[in-house]
């Protein structure tokens, strides 16, 4: 499913049926946002996010520990070290980042969860169904192989919960990662809390796409297989 942002556009979200129109529309939003992308001002961009690596044809940055370069002729985004394909999701995620990054932005030290980050309290139970809890499962049982994959993404150790770790998503928006696993009597439970700025930052739906992100990596670093329906 695609809602529509504040701007008219319809934007990405996961939410979808996984049929090959989704594909199809996503790679549609890709070539989209790469032509809206070749509309910024690059000064003003530099100015909005001074964590950017500027080179003479690319600008780098880094999402969840990998980097990434956008060619600053044609817009095109490819991963710095690696041939593979990047996704239309991770494609829409940093266009987006690009786009919506406010001038003086900053991360407040407020941290909240979801349905407290602004305008995004109608997309809560969407998020707890496929975010938190393909997040509880696939852990459950597997707290040292959390501990272990939030430490390989230079999570920060937090006292909260079973694991509690500060992940960077990008430089400018980290992200706390909580969970608590489960025994014989309860369910593992997990939480996910944003800055109350990361709006300033980025368009609210994108704030799904990189707690899911979160998820997936933690459990790549992991070795261990996605439970539940985090697109579907």
Request: aromatic share 12%.
């Amino acid at each position: 499913m695609y809602l529509k942002g504040e701007d008219g556009i319809m934007s990405e979200n996961r939410y979808g049926n996984g049929d090959v129109g989704i594909i199809s529309n996503y790679e549609k939003l890709c070539e989209y946002w790469r032509e809206r992308f070749l509309e910024i001002e690059e000064q003003e961009l530099a100015v909005k996010l001074p964590e950017l690596i500027w080179q003479e044809e690319h600008i780098l940055l880094t999402y969840y520990g990998k980097e990434y370069c956008i060619n600053r002729k044609d817009g095109r985004i490819q991963g710095l070290n690696s041939t593979a394909c990047v996704s239309c999701e991770n494609q829409l995620t940093i266009y987006n980042l690009l786009w919506y990054a406010k001038e003086g932005a900053h991360i407040r030290n407020q941290w909240v969860p979801f349905r407290n980050v602004r305008n995004a309290s109608p997309f809560t139970s969407a998020f707890t169904a496929h975010v938190l809890q393909p997040f509880s499962e696939t852990f459950s049982g597997h707290l040292e192989k959390l501990h272990h994959a939030a430490q390989k993404l230079g999570g920060i150790a937090l006292p909260q919960g079973d694991a509690g770790y500060q992940i960077k998503a990008f430089d400018c928006i980290p992200v706390q990662f909580f969970f608590w696993d489960g025994d014989d009597e309860f369910r593992a439970q997990s939480n996910i809390l944003f800055d109350y700025g990361v709006t300033d930052f980025i368009h609210v739906e994108s704030t799904v796409s990189i707690a899911s992100d979160g998820i997936l990596r933690l459990a790549e670093e992991a070795e261990l297989p996605l439970k539940g329906h985090i697109y579907d």
